[in-house]
């Protein structure tokens, strides 16, 4: 599938999702930012550019791999992103890498084992991760971290563009969808704290579900 092939329902209601995924902070300058892994390396090219703008003076990489990227990044997220940042002028001097998270839970607590084990315990955060996983690292870290201050930052693209560039945008509206079912069941669970999910959102995802978007949803 194109991303001309996706019909002008599903990306109404895809945009929706990707509009509510989003959070929109402001940039702000933090101790640490913790970049999570994926098969989208914008990400690691964004912190690369925050990070020579002084956003923040350490880039913490995680990420293992999991189904999907196994194939895209085998030697792992964390050291692929490591890679596009490093490639893009960042110094190793200003790098950690974990490298045996496979979920967004184990990305939190993981960064913060690795970065507690170098003797640094930050107060401030920003989470750099694709432009629709802000919501959901956002909600893991405040259940997971609930001691620093976070912000969320991504790429800088709209949905169409994303879609464009994307080799599998199918995929892309997949993993929208199952990260808001992710973000309306985890937190009974204790993984994310609750977040309000507007009926309208709702209602996109129970259509993209029905129109058959459902291959990224988490098991029963």
């Not at 084992?113 to 996983?133: D, R």
């Not at 959901?136 to 609930?146: K, S, V, Y």
């Amino acid at each position: 599938m194109t991303a001309q092939d996706i019909t002008d329902e599903h990306h109404r209601d895809a945009q929706t999702l990707w509009d509510y995924h989003q959070l929109g902070h402001e940039p702000q300058n933090t101790e640490v930012a913790v970049v999570l892994g994926s098969y989208d390396l914008g990400a690691a090219r964004h912190a690369a550019a925050l990070y020579h703008q002084g956003r923040f003076p350490l880039i913490v990489f995680t990420g293992a791999t999991n189904d999907y990227t196994i194939d895209v990044f085998p030697q792992g997220e964390a050291v692929a992103f490591h890679a596009a940042a490093t490639a893009a002028g960042v110094p190793d001097t200003a790098t950690m890498i974990e490298d045996k998270a496979t979920n967004s839970g184990a990305n939190i607590t993981l960064s913060r084992q690795l970065l507690l084990q170098a003797g640094i315990v930050p107060k401030s955060v920003m989470l750099i991760a694709m432009p629709f996983m802000e919501r959901r690292a956002f909600a893991t870290c405040r259940a997971q971290w609930p001691e620093v201050d976070v912000v969320c930052s991504s790429q800088p693209i709209s949905l169409a563009d994303y879609l464009v560039s994307s080799a599998d945008p199918r995929h892309v509206l997949c993993d929208m969808v199952g990260d808001l079912q992710r973000i309306i069941e985890y937190p009974k669970h204790g993984y994310m704290i609750e977040q309000v999910v507007p009926e309208e959102v709702h209602a996109a995802l129970k259509r993209l579900i029905v129109a058959g978007y459902d291959s990224v949803l988490p098991k029963p």
